[in-house]
């Protein structure tokens, strides 16, 4: 079936910057190959003239980890390295020893079977922070998965779920939430929004405020976290956002912490969807929108 096309008048140039605002980037590979399928891979929509509109094609913004595009620093406070895995990406926040993001792709189809879940996490030997295992025990704070590990493990196998036990993709995280809320908004959409809808795309990390607090190893410990999900329909992309703090009981709905990309991006200091056309980036990024994840 040919894609359907929508026409939008463009009303600025997207313009791709790897170093925006205060902070910036730097990219490290894998220390595993990686295999030509899972490179990442940057879209930049065609310039077109003021009061012209633009034509694209439904998946033009559909990328191997993340949804038009990989969020941007804006007033992110602090340098960001990109941490390439096989089936994610994190932007890893070396001052905080956390990441500050991580991308991934959900797709409809699922492996025979999945992994066991390892016992232990690895230092990431990529990072200058070399945060450990044992930094996180005895401390209260759960080791909070930002690229989970069912989608992954459930998708693209053993191999990709051992990456997500690597210490540059977990921050510190209350277990009410971790285990409670944060969990099951994660297993929805491995479990019922990818399969309904053939793909989705999750970028997820945490939020700061200005009175910071640390593990006793250095690792800032964060006020709340975002998900942010990404999905292409026949009249083109809707979002959907949540921002949960770490106070978040365990019984909570997950449903009632819905809010707008916007907030999530005023809050962070990122830009998120930042390939998006403006005249669609700047509707969707500040609607609430109903709930369609399952």
Sequence with gaps: MTPKKLSIPLLSLVIFFLVSGSG????????????QAQALKTTEAPAAAHDEAQTY???????????????????????ITLLKSTSFLVGYDETRENPAWAAYRIPAATLAG????PSRFKTDKRTTARVTHDDYTNTGYDRGHM???????????KKAQAETFVMSNVVPQRGELNQGPWRLLEATLADRTAPAEGEIWVVTGPIYDDQPDFLKAGNEIP????????????????????????????????????TTVDDIEQQTGLDLFADLPDVIEGVLE???TRYWLE
């Design 24 to 35: 910036c980037y730097t990219t490290t590979q894998s220390d595993h190959p990686q295999p």
């Design 57 to 79: 094609t439904l998946g033009s913004y559909s990328q191997t980890f993340t949804y038009a595009g990989t969020p941007r620093p804006t007033t992110y406070p602090n340098s």
């Design 114 to 117: 999945t992994p066991p879940r």
């Design 147 to 157: 690229a989970p590990n069912l989608a992954i493990a459930s998708r693209f196998g």
């Design 223 to 258: 006020d709340a976290f975002f998900m942010a999900i990404a999905d292409e329909t026949p009249t083109g992309p809707r979002l959907q956002a949540f921002i949960m703090p770490q106070s978040t009981p365990r019984r909570a709905d997950y449903r009632a912490y819905k």
């Design 286 to 288: 500040a609607e609430k």
